[in-house]
């Protein structure tokens, strides 16, 4: 389904019960709202659960330009107010959790609990550069060239080699994502930062992420430095680390929920 929004249309999937607590989740770079399949089927059980496609991904618009990281909170703002989504639970992974973290600070009003999922939430020297070097590809030869680079980052090298089905599906995903959405994104993922002012974040907040990304040790960091927050590693798992250990994810999500 779309919905305009923010100037732009955005597509969505709603998944699970009217009148149950809504849930939304906010995918990452170079994927789109089917990365969460697995999720949307269990946690639509219990919850109603909204997954769009963020702004250059899947079949939501693909502005050219470079999208600064609050043009995208507002994207997810601007869709809750559409679908007359008063509160929710909000879970991103990688740019979604950077999405989610934003949301946070900003708009604590709106978010009930907060699912921080495989991003240190912060640009540094050395990953905005790579970020830019990522762009000029992507310009220049388009997505195709960036698939298996991206694969080998995502997955751990005993997950590439088993070659299970969600690789594949990623691999897909990349290269069908828009070459102006990525750019327009992978701009905002060179230049953000919602670790700094972690302190203001006054809802709970659970980080959730894969043993082997290379974001564990500082979303470790982050749990330390926001009293009250949670923290839990997942086995095994890479960067996409729902895809990885699908189970084990979505137990950490419901888990986070239902606690008091």
Request: glycine letters at 8%; hydrophobic letters at 45%.
């Amino acid at each position: 389904m779309k919905v305009k929004a923010n100037g732009i249309s955005i597509n969505y999937q709603v998944d699970g019960a009217d009148g149950a607590p809504w849930l939304v989740l906010s995918n990452s770079l170079a994927t789109n709202l089917t990365m969460w399949d697995d999720q949307a089927r269990e946690l639509g059980r219990a919850l109603r659960v909204l997954r769009y496609d963020q702004r250059g991904h899947g079949l939501t618009e693909a502005p050219a330009g470079r999208y600064p990281f609050d043009l995208l909170i507002a994207d997810a703002l601007a869709l809750m107010d559409a679908l007359a989504i008063r509160k929710a639970h909000f879970a991103g992974l990688s740019m979604g959790g950077a999405t989610a973290l934003g949301l946070a600070q900003k708009h604590p009003d709106r978010l009930d609990r907060v699912i921080v999922c495989d991003s240190p939430c912060q640009s540094t020297p050395t990953s905005s550069q790579q970020w830019e070097e990522r762009i000029v590809v992507a310009q220049a030869q388009g997505m195709g060239a960036l698939v298996e680079p991206t694969i080998a980052r995502w997955f751990p090298p005993d997950v590439i080699k088993a070659n299970p089905p969600h690789v594949d599906k990623v691999r897909q995903m990349i290269r069908s994502t828009p070459v102006d959405g990525f750019i327009g994104c992978a701009a905002a993922l060179a230049d953000h930062d919602y670790a700094a002012a972690l302190a203001r974040v006054t809802r709970p907040v659970l980080f959730l992420v894969g043993e082997k990304d290379a974001a564990a040790p500082p979303m470790r960091k982050l749990n330390e430095a926001l009293p009250g927050s949670r923290f839990v590693e997942l086995a095994g798992a890479g960067h996409i680390s729902n895809l990885d250990q699908p189970e084990g994810f979505t137990r950490a999500v419901k888990d986070f929920l239902a606690a008091k």
